[in-house]
């Protein structure tokens, strides 16, 4: 039975849909830069690991939206969301991103340091009140988000990819 894409490692959905990276060889970096519907990304690909050909994938960029909810974060609001006038959310714009997955599957994220989980707003609109301090605290803070952003990224640059948005691409030998 075959695996679907969208089970396979972040890295391998990469490959799948930008046919040079099939040809990279271990001690390559590939550096792509795309503008997809939520952000503009700059994504590095790094050398191959010795033993278990896992290759890292750092991210950097800015995506132009996040709407946090206590049980949600996402790209655009729901229509709940909407109907209710953004109640109980938070809105963060302009959002420079720094992520890095030692192992490009799209699981694992290092966090550089507790102050730094890769995602820095320029600016929140706190509609949620109280809870939404909270939710900003933790949103500087708690890797969960950052998790949750890296995967609305990877959706988001599948996606463009799959929209037959060229990535400007480099190779460094």
Excluded: W
Aim: proline content about 5%.
């Amino acid at each position: 039975m075959k695996k679907r894409k969208a089970h396979l490692p972040f890295i391998d959905q990469l490959r799948h849909a930008i046919k040079s990276l099939k040809k990279m060889k271990p001690g390559e970096v590939h550096v792509l830069s795309i503008n997809a519907n939520y952000g503009h990304y700059q994504i590095v690909i790094g050398p191959e690991e010795s033993s278990d050909h896992n290759r890292s994938i750092e991210i950097n960029g800015e995506i132009h939206h996040l709407f946090v909810t206590p049980k949600n974060i996402s790209a655009q609001p729901s229509k709940r969301q909407v109907e209710q006038n953004l109640k109980n959310t938070v809105i963060m714009r302009n959002l420079m991103i720094h992520l890095r997955d030692p192992k490009g599957d799209g699981k694992h994220l290092i966090i550089m340091s507790k102050n730094d989980n890769g995602l820095h707003p320029r600016e929140c609109i706190n509609l949620a009140g109280n809870d939404g301090e909270r939710l900003m605290n933790e949103l500087e803070h708690k890797s969960s988000y950052s998790l949750a952003a890296y995967r609305i990224i990877q959706k988001d640059i599948l996606s463009a990819l799959k929209k037959n948005k060229k990535p400007q691409e480099v190779t460094e030998h």
